[in-house]
T-cell receptor, first 112, second 115 residues
């Protein structure tokens, strides 16, 4: 089983709709979780961290399910500008540093 | 605020040539890293450093060298370029050793083509 798995998509969603996607991880020692956003031909940028209690930032909600080992990202009232690839990131503690694992990303297309 | 600066943005090499991708950050970050991104493969870690004078191999280190003589700079050297090294390269940094602050800052990327 891969360390971090995401549905590659693309998810084609009409503007204004709600869309959600998950990311599963295999290592139960995983400590920190994040969603990054990457626009076409650009660098990844942090979208939000994912906390155990769940967290919300405007139209975006991130949740962590440690028992089932997945994180989720929900986007409400989607905008054309939300079109991007969303990368799941998981860290695993090691002796000197954390192992940082990127998912391959989920492509999202918001349709006008 | 410059953040993470990579040069060059684009480069075309012939097989066997060597070159260095430059990366500099002005945020006094301890952790720096190099990734390559290929279609369908996602981001793969090449080398990383948790501080000046310390470097470690990532997932795909073969064919690349790094050094970290200062906190600010983390160059990536291709020793003898091969077509398989055609990719987009990203340098990234974060505060502190380890990654406990949660945010990795990326440069804009360097697109390398090896003919």
């Amino acid at each position: 089983r891969k360390e971090v798995e995401q549905d590659p998509g693309p998810f084609n969603v009409p503007e204004g709709a709600t869309v959600a996607f998950n990311c599963t991880y295999s290592n139960s020692a995983s400590q920190s979780f994040f969603w990054y956003r990457q626009d076409c031909r650009k660098e990844p940028k942090l979208l939000m961290s994912v906390y155990s209690s769940g967290n919300e930032d405007g139209r975006f909600t991130a949740q962590l399910n440690r028992a089932s080992q997945y994180i989720s990202l929900l986007i409400r009232d989607s905008k054309l500008s939300d079109s991007a690839t969303y990368l799941c990131v998981v860290t695993i503690p090691r002796n000197r540093d954390d192992k940082i694992i990127f998912g391959k990303g989920t492509r999202l297309h918001i349709l006008p | 605020n410059a953040g993470v600066t990579q040069t060059p943005k684009f480069q075309v090499l012939k097989t066997g040539q060597s070159m260095t991708l430059q990366c500099a950050q002005d945020m006094n970050h301890e952790y720096m890293s190099w990734y390559r991104q290929d279609p369908g493969m996602g981001l793969r870690l090449i080398h990383y450093s948790v501080g000046a004078g310390i470097t470690d191999q990532g997932e795909v280190p073969n064919g690349y060298n790094v050094s970290r003589s200062t906190t600010e700079d983390f160059p990536l050297r291709l020793l003898s370029a091969a077509p398989s090294q055609t990719s987009v390269y990203f340098c990234a940094s974060s505060q502190g050793q380890g990654w406990d602050t949660g945010e990795l800052f990326f440069g804009e990327g360097s697109r390398l083509t090896v003919l």
